[in-house]
């Protein structure tokens, strides 16, 4: 099972994460990975300056854009459709 987990801090939030959330949720559920991936937000990590943050696995994604995230998808799941 792959694990997203998404910042949900007040700064990683309101800096593009409140959107990212539901980009997210859409790419999973379009692509029919609901049973793949699990998908949780959790609190602040002291990243913020480096935010928004986004983990994928064991992997940490700083500085996450709304067009980058398409991209962060695509790499990381692509090969799961
Ligand atoms: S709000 Fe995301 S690391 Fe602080």
Redesign the pocket.
């Known amino acids: 099972m792959r694990q997203i987990r998404i910042?949900l801090?007040?700064?990683?939030?309101s800096r593009g994460n409140n959107v990212h959330l539901e980009v997210i949720r859409k790419y999973i559920a379009e692509n029919h990975l609901d049973a793949e991936i699990t998908f949780s937000g959790h609190l602040?990590?002291?990243?913020?300056s480096e935010?928004?943050?986004l983990r994928i696995d064991d992997k940490i994604y700083k500085g996450v854009t709304f067009s980058g995230l398409f991209r962060i998808l695509e790499e990381e799941f692509s090969n799961k459709h």
């Open positions: 910042c801090g007040s700064s990683c939030y602040c990590e002291e990243l913020c935010g928004p943050v």
